[in-house]
């Protein structure tokens, strides 16, 4: 079982995933356990007060390090696996797909979710062993942040996913953006699925497939074809497509 484990201020936002989708799922599953610590009960103040003015003067608040490290100790405490802590930051290295094999090799993850200004740089220096972040933009918090790398790494754990198959076929697993799909009715508002997944040739729907795949990614995310490595079908189906854009 993996265990995720959140250092956040405002912990009922997890009920999104705790009692949502895969992630349920996958906890009454016992493929991951989720664990939630709220720096405001280790705060020394009666107002349960975690922030405080920054040093040399500026705008916002800042988190201060002693709420946050005690919820850390017992957070490290009461799991019995090694601990791997992660401060959600757009200063962080940025979360892709391939980053999620080597997160989910892990036993237990610790994320920082900051707020304000951020936190107490001694603490990122001291207690963090990576810094993330989900793009370069600016967010109110990591909870966000949080939620979707759990999501995200769930996803990847065996027998999480209902089909064996599912993660292997889906955007970005395999460097290219999935193809396109259709479900029932097979015409609405005189639109058509594609003849050719009617047609029950399953060699012919694959090389569909492989085509829809190779123009969604040419056309919507051109640089993760430049990444790629490809096969010798999907540069001979890929130039056959560039052509008929050049007519």
């Known amino acids: 079982m993996m265990e995720f484990s959140i250092i956040t201020i405002f912990p009922k936002m997890f009920d999104a995933i705790l009692n949502y989708g895969i992630t349920k799922r996958a906890i009454q ?3 991951i356990k989720i664990n939630l610590w709220n720096p405001r009960d280790y705060s020394i103040y009666k107002n349960k007060k975690v922030d405080h003015k920054i040093y040399g003067g500026g705008p916002g608040m800042l988190m201060m390090f002693l709420p946050l490290f005690k919820a850390l100790k017992d957070a490290k405490k009461k799991s019995k696996k090694k601990n791997f802590v992660i401060y959600l930051t757009p200063q962080g290295k940025k979360l892709h ?7 989910y090799k892990k036993k237990h993850l610790i994320f920082i979710c900051g707020r304000y200004e951020g936190i107490d740089e001694r603490f990122i220096d001291n207690q963090v062993d990576e810094e993330w972040s989900i793009g370069d933009y600016i967010l109110t918090g ?13 996803r990847t754990l065996p027998g999480v996913l209902n089909s064996p198959t599912s993660l292997l076929e889906e955007s970005f697993y395999s460097g290219l ?3 396109s799909h259709y479900t029932r009715p097979k015409i609405i508002n005189n639109l058509s699925v594609p003849a050719v997944l009617l047609s029950g040739n399953h060699k012919n729907i694959k090389k569909w497939r492989i085509e829809s795949s190779l123009k969604n990614t040419f056309l919507k995310k051109p640089e993760l074809i430049k990444k790629k490595k490809l096969t010798v079908l999907e540069k001979k189906i890929l130039k056959k ?7």
């Not at 797909?97 to 997160?103: P, R, V």
């Open 29 to 31: 599953k016992n493929k």
């Open 97 to 103: 797909q391939n980053a999620l094999k080597n997160f």
């Open 142 to 154: 990591g909870e966000l942040p949080a939620m979707i790398f759990i999501d995200a790494i769930t």
């Open 177 to 179: 953006l999935d193809y």
């Open 241 to 247: 497509y560039q052509k008929t854009l050049k007519k």
